[in-house]
């Protein structure tokens, strides 16, 4: 049983370029939580989503950053026209069903790094 | 005042000490509490949920004390091999399950 997939694991940018970062939940888990870490800082929440649906987004910046999670395929996650504060670790998380106390397995995350 | 609080250390500590991690949240109405282990910024993992009447498994024991809003995680016998970044975890009261993370505390354990 896979665990949740990140993919590329490692990803330059200069700035003004998108980047694209993508995450495959573990099979039968339909929740899926994006997470960002800065340099020698925690991790923090940005969004959260279920199948075709944002259900809340209360910590992703307002603009340039979108998320989504179609019926088929993984979770993108979008940042366009990076900047160097952008530079991060991303860590994508998916539970089986988003609520309650079902523990949320992360993914390896893709450190992005905006040149 | 950040929401979960933590002090990042390091602790650097002996082979077979014991230490201990203190952290504390903001938010009183919060449900859910763990302690995650984060190796050289890999990803995450659980190490324990931390229950009001303290659980224990193996050399780990995590506290919570809610009148406080106070979580601790004691290590025993520390190993080589805890060396780590440990994260402090709460859940939000709110139904969507997102988790609010410290900063971390760093233990390295020195032979």
């Known amino acids: 049983n896979a665990g949740v997939m990140q993919n590329p694991r490692h990803l330059v940018r200069r700035r003004g370029q998108e980047a694209r970062l993508r995450c495959s939940p573990m099979?039968?888990?339909?929740?899926v939580y994006w997470y960002r870490q800065l340099p020698e800082e925690g991790l923090k929440f940005m969004v959260y989503?279920?199948?075709?649906?944002?259900?809340?987004e209360s910590g992703m910046p307002k603009e340039r950053f979108s998320a989504e999670f179609p019926k088929e395929g993984p979770s993108i996650l979008r940042i366009q026209q990076v900047v160097r504060g952008d530079s991060a670790a991303y860590f994508c998380?998916?539970?089986?069903?988003?609520?309650?106390?079902?523990?949320?397995?992360f993914g390896p995350g893709t450190r992005l790094l905006v040149l | 005042r950040k929401e979960v609080e933590q002090d990042p250390g390091p602790f650097n500590v002996p082979e077979g000490a014991t230490v201990a991690f203190n952290c504390t949240y903001s938010?009183?109405?919060?449900?859910?509490f763990f302690w995650y282990r984060q190796d050289c910024r890999k990803e995450p993992k659980l190490l324990m949920s931390v229950y009001s009447s303290g659980n224990e498994d193996g050399r780990f024991t995590a506290q919570l004390n809610r009148a406080s809003q106070y979580i601790s995680l004691l290590i025993r016998d520390s190993k080589l091999s805890d060396s780590a970044t440990y994260l402090c975890v709460v859940k939000t009261p709110s139904n969507t399950g997102k988790l609010i993370f410290g900063q971390g505390t760093t233990l390295q354990v020195k032979p």
């Open positions: 989503l279920q199948k075709e649906n944002i259900i809340d």
């Open positions: 938010n009183s109405a919060s449900q859910s």
């Open positions: 998380a998916s539970s089986p069903y988003g609520q309650g106390q079902e523990t949320q397995y």
């Open positions: 099979k039968g888990h339909s929740h």
